[in-house]
């Protein structure tokens, strides 16, 4: 998947043609309690012409929760606009288990109630038989929980259904990045050596869920992880966008793995509505993106211009270095692109 308009539609912005605008939360509109710079203006903006929606691998909250903690920033969102990984990984549940049984929930409200809407019995011990564990991740979830999923997932792959509202390893707080329910859901792994069933990003299902209830015929999503966010949405055949606002920089997509590599990089939501630049190839190997320009020498990055914008020349660098076919690891890359 290119990131680049070619030369013919250099003026094209992100969002020309897009009918449904998906965005993640932490990292893209939100850190902990505050909203990232640009992001709520560069959103009300996308809603004249788009429907908006809002993906979210957090189980730990409710979609009313949700629409409410946003809408305190200045959007405009109720919770039928928000797509939650709960919401995702009941549809898998519910096809794996009969109606109304009882299931183990790891998680806090923001999953339990979801689990309880679908008609299931929400049971917290693995003596209280249920028919499959759910988890997601909640702050108050520790070891008694981790250990109770464990002990209902005895028997290996032959055992009782387990499904994942999500795999990040990581979660963005306010006072940095703390572990996510990946790391919650490998303690459980490693416990009981198997795999879960996972709804959220980068799985299919949450993108199927958000397609079908928007209506989407050209949606965009917006992220601010590659393994995640950006790699989900290639694998749904849907555009997407990496917003250096979050977890994932430029060192991070200089090297990302090809079903990785976002359509476009921008700096901060405010790029949505700016033209997004052409990509040329001049003499000597060098790849042009507005004003900077980095040539490809052997293993060797050079900045052959560095120009007045420095994610056109992050946007340069990575053209460069994923067209090269070359590892990153192989390559000499100055500082200066990755820092």
């Known amino acids: 998947m290119a990131i680049f308009r070619s030369r013919s539609n250099a003026a094209q912005t992100p969002l020309d043609g897009v009918d449904v605008v998906l965005a993640d939360l932490d990292g893209v509109v939100y850190k902990g309690p505050d909203a990232i710079p640009h992001a709520v203006d560069s959103l009300n903006r996308a809603a004249q012409s788009a429907r908006l929606g809002y993906i979210t691998n957090n189980a730990s909250r409710t979609d009313s929760a949700v629409a409410e903690h946003l809408s305190s920033f200045g959007l405009h969102v109720v919770p039928n606009d928000v797509v939650t990984s709960p919401q995702a990984a009941i549809r898998l549940l519910a096809g794996l288990v009969p109606a109304k049984s009882n299931i183990l929930v790891v998680g806090g409200d923001g999953l339990t109630s979801v689990v309880e809407a679908a008609g299931f019995t929400v049971v917290r011990s693995a003596d209280d038989d249920p028919a499959a ?10 070891w008694q929980e981790l250990a109770e999923a ?50 959220g990003k980068p799985e299919a299902a949450i993108f199927e869920e958000a397609r079908t209830r928007f209506d989407a015929k050209h949606p965009i999503f917006i992220g601010d992880r590659l393994d995640t966010d950006v790699q989900g949405a290639n694998g749904a055949g849907i555009d997407s966008v990496l917003v250096l606002t979050g977890i994932d920089r430029a060192k991070q997509v200089l090297a990302a793995s090809p079903d990785q590599r976002p359509t476009y990089i921008l700096e901060d939501l405010r790029g949505l509505h700016e033209p997004y630049p052409a990509t040329e190839s001049a003499r000597g190997g060098v790849t042009v993106v507005g004003d900077a320009a980095v040539r490809l020498n052997g293993t060797t990055v050079e900045i052959a211009r560095a120009g007045d914008s420095s994610v056109d020349l992050l946007r340069a660098a990575c053209r460069a270095i994923w067209d090269s076919g070359l590892a990153i690891y192989a390559l000499d890359v100055p500082e200066r692109l990755y820092r």
């Open 133 to 142: 564990v759910i988890q997601g991740f909640a702050p108050e979830v520790g």
């Open 150 to 199: 464990s002990f209902a997932l005895a028997g290996g792959d032959d055992g009782i259904p387990w499904v994942a509202t999500n795999t990040d390893w990581t979660i963005p707080v306010k006072r940095g990045i703390a572990p996510g329910n990946g790391t919650l859901v490998s303690a459980v792994h490693t416990a009981v050596g198997r795999l879960p069933v996972v709804a």
